[in-house]
């Protein structure tokens, strides 16, 4: 593959950009130093870089494009609404429509608001939970890597630099599928904690009904208990991982999915709660998620098709059947070449995640990139095998195929060494204090 095209302007996008990019997950410490394509465009699950070498993406948009990318009823709804004009002084028709459509689909919800990122609806839930309850603390699980670009969580990770000391510490964690961790929390900081946030479900399953507990613990202990579904929401159910798993939560958050690929996030959840943050309370009132483009339109209008389409499509059902035809080819593959100790499939088929493993079996990304690298090389863009409407029966067939060469070379590499087979250095985790 020639990346000439893409080479000649990485400096460009370092000396404009910090990073290099807008954001840390698309960076270039992600990919594997020699192969770093910019892209010119995508359709459904294919994109092309500027040299026209095409891949099959997966875990598309950092996994906000669940339908595929320039979806045509979404972009053309989109379009529609861009010719009606696009933000006013007053409320549009379709803020409405939008807000029915959601609450609609997420049972157990009674009201929401828009914004564009998800950290808009994470932190607004901290904040509206935080004036409910009267406390300062938060916890979250220490299991999952992400909430929010704000400071109650950035200042809770390696990179917590330009944060507080004061807000760091009113950040607390708690482990997944734990809930002696939680009761724990609770116990040491007694009635300080306002809110228990964390992800419905990532790569390990809930447990003897961890999220119901979570959610008694939580009312037992007078602190708001918060579903973050920006990842399961429309993916594991039309209704939510909270559908699924029958918890309704007190607040829950959206994005992501939710538009397929336009900024759109949600704040959702009950009244009693939610209200505090509008008109025609005697409480004091909280600022909760007010932006500009808050309630951006044509936003909107792909939200309200991309969740139509759900309700009238099988998009679920497809994710999860596309999902465990991948899953299965590629441990078939894996079993294959004796790596089932070296590379774990993780994750509900509807959003698979794998490991790589060294020859002592620890995490590691030399051979992470090793599997990018060979990967790339043959056209799959895969750092996740979060899989799409869009990817076909063939998509699927090429990937398993693309994936059993690798694995031959991953197999080779913990045989012979990695250095034999790995071009330029490895890639590194996001989440570190220094470069
Ligand atoms: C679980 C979860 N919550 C919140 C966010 C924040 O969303 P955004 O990047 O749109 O602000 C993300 C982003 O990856 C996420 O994965």
């Given at each position: 593959?020639?990346?000439?095209?893409?080479?000649?302007?990485?400096?460009?996008?370092?000396?404009?950009?910090p990073?290099?990019?807008?954001t840390?997950?698309?960076?270039?410490?992600q990919?594997?130093?020699?192969?770093?394509?910019?892209?010119?465009?995508?359709?459904?699950?294919?994109v092309?870089?500027?040299?026209?070498?095409?891949?099959?993406?997966?875990?598309?948009?950092?996994?906000?494009?669940?339908?595929?990318?320039?979806?045509?009823?979404?972009?053309?709804?989109?379009?529609?609404?861009?010719?009606?004009?696009?933000?006013?002084?007053?409320?549009?028709?379709?803020?409405?429509?939008?807000?029915?459509?959601?609450?609609?689909?997420?049972?157990g919800a009674?009201?929401?608001?828009?914004?564009?990122?998800?950290?808009?609806?994470?932190?607004?839930?901290?904040?509206?939970?935080?004036?409910?309850?009267?406390?300062?603390?938060?916890a979250?699980?220490?299991?999952?890597?992400?909430?929010?670009?704000?400071?109650?969580?950035?200042?809770?990770?390696?990179?917590?630099?330009?944060?507080?000391?004061?807000?760091?510490?009113?950040t607390?964690?708690?482990?997944?599928?734990?809930?002696?961790?939680?009761?724990?929390?609770f116990?040491?900081?007694?009635?300080?904690?306002?809110?228990v946030?964390?992800?419905?479900e990532?790569?390990?399953?809930?447990?003897?009904?961890?999220l119901?507990?979570?959610?008694?613990?939580?009312?037992?202990?007078?602190?708001?208990?918060?579903?973050?579904?920006?990842?399961?929401?429309?993916r594991?159910?039309?209704?939510?991982?909270?559908?699924?798993?029958?918890?309704?939560?007190?607040?829950?958050?959206f994005?992501?999915?939710?538009?397929?690929?336009?900024?759109?996030?949600?704040?959702?959840?009950?009244?009693?709660?939610?209200?505090?943050?509008?008109?025609?309370?005697?409480?004091?009132?909280?600022?909760?998620?007010?932006?500009?483009?808050?309630?951006?339109?044509?936003?909107?209008?792909?939200?309200?098709?991309?969740?139509?389409?759900?309700?009238?499509?099988?998009?679920?059902?497809?994710?999860?059947?596309?999902?465990?035809?991948?899953?299965?080819?590629?441990?078939?593959?894996?079993?294959?070449n004796?790596?089932a100790?070296?590379?774990?499939?993780?994750?509900r088929?509807?959003?698979?995640?794998?490991?790589?493993?060294?020859?002592?079996?620890?995490?590691?990304?030399?051979?992470?990139?090793?599997?990018?690298?060979?990967?790339?090389?043959?056209?799959?863009?895969?750092?996740s095998?979060?899989?799409?409407?869009?990817?076909?029966?063939?998509?699927?067939?090429?990937?398993?195929?693309?994936?059993?060469?690798?694995?031959?070379?991953?197999?080779k590499?913990?045989?012979?060494?990695?250095?034999?087979?790995?071009?330029?250095?490895?890639?590194?985790?996001?989440?570190?204090?220094?470069?």
């Amino acid at each position: 593959m020639d990346f000439s095209k893409s080479d000649r302007i990485q400096k460009r996008f370092h000396d404009v950009i910090p990073g290099g990019s807008h954001t840390y997950a698309k960076g270039d410490d992600q990919y594997p130093e020699f192969i770093l394509p910019y892209i010119a465009k995508g359709e459904g699950c294919h994109v092309w870089d500027l040299n026209g070498n095409e891949f099959i993406e997966f875990g598309m948009g950092l996994r906000s494009v669940t339908l595929g990318h320039a979806y045509k009823p979404v972009v053309d709804a989109a379009y529609r609404q861009m010719l009606l004009g696009n933000t006013f002084n007053r409320p549009a028709a379709i803020e409405l429509e939008c807000a029915e459509q959601v609450l609609g689909m997420i049972q157990g919800a009674e009201m929401v608001k828009f914004g564009k990122n998800g950290s808009d609806a994470t932190s607004a839930s901290v904040r509206l939970s935080r004036a409910y309850t009267g406390r300062d603390m938060v916890a979250i699980c220490a299991n999952h890597p992400f909430f929010s670009v704000d400071d109650w969580f950035i200042g809770s990770t390696p990179m917590s630099a330009g944060i507080p000391k004061a807000i760091q510490e009113l950040t607390v964690k708690y482990q997944y599928n734990d809930i002696g961790s939680i009761k724990s929390l609770f116990q040491q900081y007694h009635e300080k904690i306002a809110c228990v946030i964390l992800e419905p479900e990532k790569e390990q399953e809930p447990k003897n009904d961890f999220l119901q507990e979570v959610k008694k613990i939580c009312h037992e202990n007078g602190a708001v208990f918060i579903l973050d579904e920006m990842i399961t929401g429309f993916r594991w159910h039309n209704g939510g991982a909270q559908s699924f798993y029958g918890v309704i939560p007190d607040l829950s958050t959206f994005g992501k999915a939710m538009a397929n690929g336009f900024s759109v996030s949600a704040l959702l959840g009950k009244k009693e709660i939610m209200k505090l943050g509008g008109l025609g309370h005697d409480k004091e009132r909280v600022f909760v998620m007010s932006y500009t483009y808050g309630a951006e339109n044509h936003g909107l209008s792909a939200a309200l098709e991309t969740m139509k389409i759900y309700e009238r499509e099988p998009v679920v059902e497809t994710l999860w059947r596309q999902g465990e035809s991948l899953a299965k080819g590629i441990r078939m593959s894996i079993d294959e070449n004796k790596l089932a100790d070296f590379i774990p499939i993780m994750g509900r088929p509807c959003c698979l995640v794998y490991g790589t493993r060294d020859n002592d079996k620890n995490p590691s990304q030399p051979f992470r990139t090793l599997l990018l690298q060979e990967t790339m090389k043959r056209g799959i863009l895969a750092p996740s095998l979060v899989v799409s409407y869009s990817h076909t029966d063939a998509d699927i067939d090429r990937t398993i195929e693309v994936f059993h060469e690798a694995f031959h070379i991953y197999r080779k590499a913990l045989d012979e060494g990695i250095e034999k087979y790995l071009v330029g250095r490895p890639v590194k985790p996001v989440w570190r204090r220094f470069n």
